[in-house]
């Protein structure tokens, strides 16, 4: 069975680089970005909704200014069992968007 991930911020330095990762291990990969252009090699989300409504992973490659209220967005939409994953170098008002999150989705902090 795949496994599946999506990326937000997939066309930043650090989502491309992410995207790579991930097709290199199998998953299947899709990708959000609204300020650059999504990697050829994954599939392109059309919103920030669609992006993660169906997958297993969520992967934040956000500006940490923007990422606590991503989180709000996303976590009431996010599919049963799923992990919303933050590699932010800030924490602090991610931690606390973090910890608001339903609890059908597991936070994890990188």
Sequence with gaps: ?????????????????????????????????????IPTNIKKAESLISAILNVEYVLLSTPTKKTPEIIRLIAKE???????????????????????IPAKVTPVCI
């Design 1 to 37: 069975m795949t496994k599946t991930i999506a990326i937000i911020g997939a066309g930043g330095q650090m989502g491309k680089w992410l995207s790579d990762h991930f097709v290199k291990k199998g998953f299947e990969v899709t990708g959000f970005d609204i300020e650059n252009s």
């Design 78 to 100: 996010m599919k049963r069992d799923s992990f919303l994953i933050d590699i932010t170098s800030q924490k602090s008002k991610t931690a606390v968007a973090l910890g608001k």
